[in-house]
Structures are given as structure tokens and as C-alpha cells.
């Protein structure tokens, strides 16, 4: 076991999880294996960040959550503000205040016979918030990206944007770039154009210029979605458009986005060794100017 794991194992064995209302030590936190999440991967999350005692985009975050239910068709049971005080209540109990993040998973709930028939779940929705102190990742160490066989799919298949828990997809091309050493996977979607990796959203820069994904099959990230928006505010040209893996390897930068990591640098790409040409200008200037927005809240 690595220093940072035991690190982080420690400081998170006596955390207690939000479970229907409940609060409950990590080692009691338990579901019925009947429940849907955990049979089917029938339901949707999200991740939020605990920054000086506030959460990093609240609003933005559970209006993506709630989409999500509509769009599967899951009764929470709650509102909005329910969820709210949920996670207030839950970062009180453990004493967090800064350098945290929860996870807030939905599912269905627990079903009477183990079958993928919405109408078996009995009593309503399952939800669970883990809530866990984490290393303040704003400057993450470089990763490197490995190109994966697994495509993103198309909406008629699973559309991509939505943050459901039938994620297999993504485990798999996580396998396959930890397989080729790499850090994360870099995927590409089913026109062959590069898309995503298979957790973060992915940037390049040329020449001053910052490209991302047309967006169409890839998560609509919210830390993506504040890099385009800094971008704009800040005369930075930014694209989403399609580019492919040649553009990729001859980039200046590149560096992938997401609620825990923000923006982090990527130094190497299938064996190929991101140049550097710019000494990470506009990434670095993404970083701070990032920074600068969670601090102003």
C-alpha cells in the first residue's frame, strides 16, 4: 500500500456516511443487495467539493443530478433544498470545513426480484452521501493518457452526459491505459475524433489556442464548462471543435479538467511526450486564474 492511500485511510476510518436519512459509521453504511444501484448500476451521482466550508457550485451540480433522475425517470423523493441540508448536515457530523468531497449517489431503490423492470423497486429511492477528507488537488503532478480501443457512445446507446452508475465503459478503458502504465484513458468517440478520458474532460493548447471536444459525447463537465467560460472572459481563444490524434501529439499543452482534480497538466500521451513548447503558459494561467474564481466563490 502506497504512503498517500494509508495516508488517506486513515484520515477517513471514522467517517460517517449519510445513508436515508441516517448517519452511520463508515463500517455500518450498508445497502440491501436487492438495491438497484448495486444490481443494475440503476442510478445517477454526482461529485461536489468542499472548498473554505462552501461547496464548489452547488447549484450547478444538483441541477445536474436532478436532469439526470427526470431523465431516467427516478423519483427522489426529495427537493432540492432536502439535498442541501442533506450535505449540511453530513459535513456538520464529520467536522469538515475545507479539503473534503462527498459523493451523493441515487438509485431506484431496493427491488422485490433481482430483474431490470423499473417497477420492482417497492419503496421509493436509495440515497447515500460519502463524505471524505481529500489532499488539496489543485496542483496535481502531471498524469500521462493512454488511447483505449473504448469508445464514448452515442446518445441512442448511453448518452454520455448522463452520470449514471453503469459506468463499465469507462472501468474498462481505466483497465486498459493502467495496462499500458498510463494514468487515465484517453478515448475517442465513435467518428474516431478524441474526445474524452474516462474520467476528466480533455484540452489541448496550439499555439495559443485552446481546443476541447465538441462536447457531443462527452460529460458536460462543470469545472469544463468554468475553463471555457474563464477562457472567454479572459481573451483566451478557445475551440470546441473535432481534432484527432495527430493534433493531439504535436500539441504545445494539453491537461484534463474535473471537480476533484481541477485542471491538471498531462506530460505524456501514448508514449509520446507532450513538447512543452510554451513552458505550460496557458495552463498555468488556467490554474491560477481558476484558483482565483474558487476563492471569490
Excluded at 438495491?35 to 454526482?46: A, H, L, N, Q, T
Aim: proline content about 3%; some cysteine; charged content about 25%.
Amino acid at each position: 500500500m502506497s504512503k498517500e492511500l494509508h495516508s488517506h485511510i486513515e484520515k477517513n476510518k471514522d467517517v460517517l456516511i449519510y445513508v436515508n436519512g441516517e448517519l452511520l459509521h463508515k463500517n455500518d453504511a450498508k445497502i440491501s443487495v436487492f438495491d438497484s444501484g448495486f444490481m443494475m448500476g440503476d442510478g445517477v451521482w454526482e461529485g461536489i467539493r468542499l472548498v473554505n466550508n462552501r461547496w464548489l457550485f452547488i447549484d450547478e451540480h444538483l441541477e445536474r443530478l436532478f436532469e439526470g433522475a427526470k431523465a431516467i425517470d427516478l423519483e427522489i423523493g426529495l427537493t432540492i433544498e432536502d439535498i442541501k441540508i442533506a450535505l449540511e448536515n453530513t459535513r456538520s457530523a464529520n467536522n469538515m470545513t475545507d479539503n473534503a468531497h462527498a459523493r451523493l449517489m441515487l438509485t431506484r431503490g431496493v427491488k422485490s426480484k433481482p430483474f431490470q423492470k423499473p417497477s420492482y423497486s417497492m419503496n421509493g429511492s436509495t440515497i447515500v452521501i460519502i463524505m471524505e477528507h481529500s489532499d488539496d488537488s489543485l496542483n496535481n503532478n502531471p498524469i500521462s493518457l493512454a488511447t483505449v480501443p473504448q469508445v464514448r457512445g452515442t446518445p441512442m446507446m448511453q448518452d454520455p452526459k448522463l452520470n449514471s452508475h453503469s459506468k463499465l465503459n469507462c472501468i474498462l478503458a481505466c483497465i486498459q491505459a493502467e495496462k499500458a502504465g498510463a494514468d487515465e484513458a484517453l478515448m475517442l468517440d465513435p467518428l474516431g475524433f478524441v474526445n474524452t478520458t474516462n474520467s476528466c474532460n480533455f484540452f489541448i493548447v496550439k499555439k495559443g489556442e485552446v481546443w476541447t471536444s465538441t462536447g457531443d459525447y462527452c460529460m458536460n463537465g462543470i469545472t469544463r464548462k468554468k475553463v471555457i467560460s474563464i477562457c472567454k472572459n479572459n481573451k483566451i481563444p478557445i475551440f470546441k471543435k473535432n481534432f484527432s490524434l495527430v493534433d493531439v501529439y504535436s500539441a504545445d499543452e494539453s491537461f484534463v479538467t474535473g471537480t476533484l482534480g481541477s485542471i491538471t497538466s498531462v506530460s505524456e500521451i501514448d508514449g509520446r511526450k507532450i513538447e512543452d513548447k510554451s513552458k505550460h503558459k496557458i495552463t498555468e494561467k488556467l490554474q491560477s486564474l481558476y484558483l482565483q474564481l474558487i476563492k471569490n466563490g
